[in-house]
């Protein structure tokens, strides 16, 4: 295996998280580059609040925000995972990565080529593997979840999220106007079907609440101050009150999904 071999992963959200976390618990060495404004409404469970914060921690991997590329050394050296703002990925050329994983989930391709790295991989759709990048996997739930594909496409995405507990696009909530996002809630709290947990102020001083459709746990919120658009996602409910605890935990779609990646991970390093 080359041990010192650095895998670059673009996205810090929570699906990217899983995939992170699984690679560092493997004992690889890992770089995540991150927007400026990171917008993960799972925030208890997204490396990307380091940009915010500092640092986070989850579930015991600690990530830490560098401002440079000779910082990380530090970072590794702690056992933990260096964060840095670079949406562009400008850094890439110099850090000279393995292996590129594209992990931003936009949906589209943000700018992500094969020249970056001898393996380019990428999750969800908006990539042809063999030609955007080596490899896609599959990010929509369902049977598919997590397969590696070395032709074509993932399924396109439908803007419906996955059904749980019996909901589907009724525990997502979007933003319905422009303006300034003010939290209320917080993640974990236990709502109900049509209560406010948040409002947008907007430019000319219109507050409208953002509410509930089912009652549930408060799973994702968007960080408050935050300016949205209409159609934003701000927040998740997850309608089975008794789970609490997967607020705080990486979840089975993330854990699939980073299960292939690493599949893939070692078949380019330990050959």
Known sequence: MKKDSLILVRGGGDLATGTIHRLWSAGLRILVLEAEHPAAIRRQVSLCEAVYEGETTVEGLRAVRIDTLEQA???????????????????????????????????????????????????????????????????KRGHRLGRIIREGTAIPNTGIPGVIGGYGKERVIHAQTAGNFVDVRKIGDIVEAGETIAHIESEDGTVTPVTTQITGILRGLLRSGYPV?????????????????NCFLISDKARCIAGSVLELVCAQLWT
């Open 229 to 245: 658009v209409p159609g934003f996602k701000v927040a998740d409910v997850d309608p089975r009150k008794e789970e609490l605890s």
């Open 73 to 139: 050394q530090a970072v590794w050296a702690a056992n933990a995972v260096p964060v840095l703002v670079d949406p562009a990925g400008e850094s890439i050329r110099q850090a000279k990565p393995e292996i590129v994983i594209d992990a931003i989930l936009a949906k589209k391709n943000l700018g992500t080529t094969r020249d970056m790295a001898p393996l380019t991989i990428a999750l969800g759709p908006g990539f042809t593997a063999g030609q955007d990048v080596d490899v896609v996997v599959e990010t």
